[in-house]
């Protein structure tokens, strides 16, 4: 099977966009202190802007990122994917702000709900790549430095 044209810069920002509205599940990956990587698949909601994401506080994705700062995210199949490399800010279950608790409530769940504590995360995309097969490898940055290429 041959792969389909390349898409455009513009056509995989749109594809890209669309992932992250309609999309719910996240490849999300962290390093402790030790450099030790650990993978997990979390949900997620995106605003326009950020992801916003939420895990046990006692988790290792939720203390790796609380203590980088930062984060690598994966959307879509291998041979649809999107990488987002990203900044973190935290939020504790007492520290999240309401809108954006009752966002991700409405799209996901409520993580402010049961015995568990749990922490927000809110990841700002710092740089993003989107490709589907070899002929998208080329062009396939569509944010560096926090700003949209296309």
């Given at each position: 099977m041959l792969p389909e044209p390349p898409r455009t810069a513009q056509q995989r920002k749109r594809d890209t966009l669309a992932r992250f509205d309609h999309d719910l599940d996240a490849w999300v990956a962290?390093?402790?202190?030790?450099?030790?990587?650990?993978?997990?698949?979390?949900?997620?909601?995106?605003d326009g802007t950020a992801f916003t994401m939420a895990t046990a506080e006692s988790r290792p994705t939720a203390r790796n990122l609380r203590a980088s700062g930062?984060?690598?995210?994966?959307?879509?199949?291998?041979?649809?994917?999107v990488l987002i490399d990203g900044v973190v800010e935290t939020f504790s279950s007492e520290t999240v702000p309401g809108e954006l608790a009752d966002a991700f409530a409405a799209k996901l769940w409520d993580a402010r709900i049961g015995p568990t504590p749990y922490a927000y995360f809110r990841v700002t995309p710092r740089r993003i790549q989107a490709w589907r097969e070899e002929n998208e490898i080329a062009g396939r940055e569509l944010m560096r430095d926090g700003r949209w290429l296309v």
């Open positions: 962290s390093a402790d202190r030790s450099g030790n990587p650990y993978l997990v698949p979390l949900s997620f909601l995106w930062q984060v690598r995210m994966s959307v879509g199949s291998t041979r649809d994917v």
